[in-house]
C-alpha cells in the first residue's frame, strides 16, 4: 500500500460544506434549555489587595446568580503546568483583567449593567510592566524573584573564542505582544448535574487541558467532567489555555444556579483578557571571523510572561532552541528567561517563542553580514547547519537538507540578484524607496525534549457496525484542517476511500487523549498513531481471517460489519512511544530537541513610502522543505495564513498597554491586515520526507510564522540604509528613524565642514 | 453590549427573510444581527467584533450588503434580507460556496458566511472583477486563517465558471 492514492491529494474539506453554508455549529450557535448568560467581573488595578466588594442599588441582584471565589468546590485555581493563578481571585489581583466574580441572568442584556454596578475596593500595591522593571526587581510580584523559569544552553568552549575573532557584533532586538484574532470570541458553555457531573462544551483546542483543569477545580473524579469541543473559529495558540478558565467559570455558574451556563466574550473583553504573544527581549554578542564565519556567541533570551507562569516556561524553552537559527555554531551559551509582570498572562501563539528569537537571528545575520562585509545571501550560506552538524543542542542533523540549495532556489524564482541591483541603480530619488529582505530559518515539529514522552498521547480507529470507520482523537480542527488530513491517513492506511472514513467529535466522553493540538505536531505525531491504529483494525480484521491480504472497499466493510456484528465494539488504539534514538537531557538542556525540524528561505520585496512612511510588501516568496505534504491546498493555506499573520506581526499590530492593560481591545484600533493589504504569496514546497511523521509528514502549521518579520525588516534596511530592529514597524517608527538619520547626517556634515575631515 | 430594551417597548417588525415574510416581536433598537440568530434561529450569520470592522455578520438587504451588528432591527422593517442560508436552498451548493471549497477559502469557517455574501455582492454588480476589485471588494471582511488568496481565487474561479456557464 505504497502507492499513496489519497496522501497527497487535495480531497475536499470533511466539514467544508457544512461551513460554506453556514450550517456548522459554533458554541455561540448552541441554545439550551433554561439557559442563563454568564459574565465576568474583573479587577481594575494591576496590583492590589481586595479590600471591599459592593453591589450597587438599582439593579435587581435577587435575579442574578453571583459566584465568588468561595464557592470553587475544590482548588481555586486554572491547573496547567503550575497551579498558581487563581480562578478567581480571593484576596490580590496581579492584573488588571483578573476575574473576581462571575454574573449570571437570563436575560443577556442586562449583564453589561450589573457588572458596571459591582464596585471593588483595593489597597493598592505597585505594579510593575516590563522587563526591565522585573529584572531591577524593586517590586516581587511572583515568586522570590520574579522570574518563571531560566534555561541555559551551552556548547564548545565559548570563553576562547573572542580573541580569536575578527569581528565581535553585537544587537538587540524586541519584539511585541500580538492578539492571536480568531475571528470567533472565545465562548463556552457548561451545565452540572449532580448524578452526571460536569459538561461543557466550547471553542477550544485542548479538550483534556480544559478536563484537568476542571477536576481539579470542581473536585471531581475524570469520569464527573465531560468537555466537547464545538466547531472552532480560529484559535491559532489563543485557544490553548485560556478556555480552561472560562469553562471553569461556566462550569461555576452552572453548579450554583442549577442551569445551563453560556459565557460568550465580546470582542474588547476577549482581546483585553486573554492571552497575547510573549513581548521578548534579544540580545546576541557573536564573534565572528574575517571571512564571515561563526565562530561563537552569547544569546540572551528574555520573554515577558504577565502574571502567571501559565505556558511561558515551554515558550521560553522553544525560543530558546530556535534562538541559534538554521547556522552552525562551534561554540554559544544561550541564557534564556522568562520574568513576570503584572500584565494578563502572556501565552501560546503559533510559533510559541520561536518568532521571537528567530526575529533576532535573522536580523542579526544581516548585522554581522555588514560588519564582515559580506552580502546577506553569502553571510547564510557561509554558516548554514549541514547534514552531519550539530545544533545549539548538540542535535545532529540526520537528513540531506541543503540549505544552500534552498537559498538558491529561493533567489531565483524572487529574481532577487537583479531586483536587488535594480533598486540599488535606481538610487536615492523620488518618493518611494525598495528593498530585498531574506530570512532563513527552522521550525521544530512536535513537543520539545521529552514532552511527547510525558504526553503519551493516544489514538483510537473504530470500525464501525455499518463497516465505515471512524477516527477517535481528541485533536482539534480550528481551521488547519486536522479532520480531514487525519482521515486521508486512515484511508491511506486501510486501502479505503476517504469518503468511507469519518471523525468523532472531540469529546472526552468519547475520545482518548491523543494530546493538545499545538506544536505543529497533529499531523506528523498524531497522524503517525491514527496511521498505527488504522493498521491495527486491518490486521485484526486479517487474523481473524474475515479479510485477506489485499481486498476491495466492499469486502472490508463486509468484513468490519461482520466482526462488530459477532463481537460488539471494535477499536484499536495506539500510543505513542519515543524512538529509541531520541534523547533528551531536560537538566542540561541538550540532545534531539525535536523529532524533525521544517526547513525555509522567504525572499521578501517591501516599498517604503517616503511621504506616508508606510510600508508595503510587493512580492513574497516561501520556500520551504516540510517533509511530505499530505494535502496541497491546505498546506498552501497554512503557509499563506501564516505569513499574513507574520505580516500583521511585522507592520501592523500594536498592542498599547497602559498600566498593564491593553488600550486598543477592538478591531477599529487593533490594526489586522485585509485583503487589500496582502500582497499575493508564492509558496513553494521541497519534499524530503521524514521518517517519524505519517506518510513522511513534518509539522508545518507555526513555520510560516518565524521567518516573515526578520525578512521584512531586513528589507526595509535594505531600502532605506537604517537598522530597526523592533516589530511591530510602524510608520512613525520609520519616520522617527528617517528623522534620527538626517539629523546624523547633518550632524556629520557640520563636522566634516568645520574640520575638513569625518570625526 | 447596550441595553437595546431600555424605555422602549417591543413592537412587531417585519420584512422578508430569504424571500419569506417574517414578523417579529422585538425592541426596535435590537440588532438585525441578534434577531436573525436569537428570534429566528439563523445561526449561519456570526458575529466577530461587534463593531463594524470584521463583516462576519455582513448579510445582504435590499441587495446592500451591511454589517447586521450595526443594523437596528427597526431599519431593516419593509426590507428583504438574504443570508448565507439562502444561497444552498435546496441543498445545491451556489457556484461561490463551491468554490470556496475547491480553492480552499474556508478555513475555520467563522468569516465564511460573510465573505461569501461579500463576494454574491461584489459579482452582482462586477461581474468580470480583477483580481485588485477582488481584494478591494472584499476588504471589509476580516479573515484570520487564509491570508485571502485562496479566498482571492475561489472569487475569480466562480467569477470564470459563471461566464462559461451563462
Redesign the interface.
Known sequence: MSSNRIVGK?V??K????????????V??LVLPDMLFGATVRSQIPRGRIRKITFASGIAWDEFVIVSAKDIPGKNCITLIGDDQPCLANEFVNHPEEPILLLAHPD??????AVEAVSIEYEPLPAIFTIEQSERRSEIVWGEDNIFKTYLIEKGDLDGVWEKADHIVEGEYTTGAQE??????NGMIAAFDAAEGITVWGSLQCPYYVHKALMTLCDLPAEKVRVVQM??????GGKEEYPSMIAAHAALLAIKSEKPVKIIY??MEDMAATTKRHPSRTRHRTAVSKDGKILGGEIEFTIDGGAYLTLSPVVLSRGAIHAGGPYYWPSVRIHAKAVATNAPPHGAFRGFGAPQSLFAMERHMDRIARAVGLSPVEIRRRNFLQPGQATTTEQVVHEPIDLGKLLDRALEVSDYHAKKQRFANEGRLGATRKGMGIAAFLHGAGFTGSGERYLSSVVGVEGCADGSVRVLVSSTE????TKTVLSQIAAEALGLPYENVSMAQPDTLEVPNSGPTVASRTVMVVGKLVQSAALGIRQTLISSKLLRESYSPDEFRAACQHYVAARGEFRSWSRYEAPSDIFWDDQKYRGEAYAAFAWAVYVVQVTVDLTTYGVSVDDFVALQEVGKVLHP??A??QI??????AIGFSLYEKVVWQDGRMQNS???NYI?P?????P??RVFFEELGNVYGAYGAKGIGELPMDGPAPAIVNAVEDALNIPFDSVPLLPEDIMDGLNQDALAASAQDSRVRSTGVVQ | MTDSREGRARAEISFAVNGEPKTVHVYPMERLLDVLRQHLQLTGTKEGCGEGECGSCAVLMDGILVNSCLVPVLQAAGSSVITIERLAEGGTLHLLQEAFLECGGAQCGICTPGMILAAVHLLNGTPEPTTEEIREGLSGNLCRCTGYSQIVDAVAEAAARRRTTA
Open positions: 487535495s475536499p474539506r466539514e467544508g460544506r457544512d461551513k460554506v453554508t453556514g450550517r456548522s455549529k459554533y455561540d450557535d443577556c442584556h442586562v449583564l453589561s449593567k492571536q484574532l480568531y475571528i470567533e470570541n466547531e472552532t473559529g480560529g484559535a491559532f465580546d470582542r480550528f481551521g488547519q484542517g491546498l491546505l498552501r493555506g499563506i495564513g501564516g505569513i499574513a499573520q477592538q478591531m477599529t489586522m485585509t485583503s487589500s493589504d496582502l499575493p504569496i
